[in-house]
């Protein structure tokens, strides 16, 4: 694949990252849950999965258009930060869903 091609398909797929404390079970989670709502969507997306503490590095290097956390995060990002405790507790997923499908779609 050429790097013009990469580009083009990246610029296709919509990155979100997604955080917790750990970087791997409860983001895990959520990262199955989202990818499977918003592709039902149709909405093409490519997810990366990080600690809460390495949001900023990864906001610099994966370039997200959305940012998903478990838990309250300080910072000032230039994308929109969504809580993803609804995945977590069931209550309210499908509203939150939509709100990230309107913000990435």
Do not use: W
């Not at 797929?13 to 791997?24: F, N, P, S």
């Not at 989670?29 to 918003?38: G, I």
């Not at 969507?41 to 590095?57: A, F, L, R, T």
């Not at 959305?66 to 309250?72: G, L, M, R, Y």
């Amino acid at each position: 694949m050429t790097v013009q091609r990469k580009e083009e398909v990246m610029a296709q797929k919509k990155r979100i990252l997604v955080a917790c404390g750990t970087g791997m079970a409860t983001s895990t989670a959520v990262t199955e849950s989202l990818r499977e709502a918003l592709e039902d969507q149709g909405i093409n997306v490519e997810m990366s999965q990080c600690k809460i503490s390495e949001i900023d590095s990864y906001v610099d290097s994966f370039e997200p258009h959305a940012i998903v956390s478990t838990a309250d995060v300080d910072g000032d990002y230039e994308v929109p930060v969504f809580s993803g405790r609804a995945f977590l507790t069931g209550v309210g997923e499908e509203e939150v869903v939509e709100d990230i499908a309107k913000t990435v779609g």
